[in-house]
């Protein structure tokens, strides 16, 4: 499995997440649900919707050759 979640994006995706889940859990709200999602993709940093539409955050590696 390729990973497709960078660093800022599993951030947020884990802020996002955790005021999901304690926002739903707090109101009996179904949207904790959602925030499960979230966490999860940044704990594996895999996002199944990213690999349906081809989309990557993942910082790209530079080669080691410095061009001389």
């Given amino acids: 499995m390729k990973l497709n979640v960078g660093k800022t994006d599993r951030a947020v995706r884990i802020i996002l997440g955790l005021l999901l889940v304690a926002s739903g859990l ?10 499960i999602v979230l966490i999860l993709t940044a ?9 349906l539409f081809g989309v990557s955050t993942c910082e ?3 080669s080691g050759h410095s061009g001389k």
């Fill in 43 to 51: 704990a594996f940093r895999w996002c199944p919707l990213y690999k």
């Fill in 26 to 35: 707090y109101f009996d709200m179904w949207f904790w649900a959602v925030g």
């Fill in 60 to 62: 790209v590696k530079k």
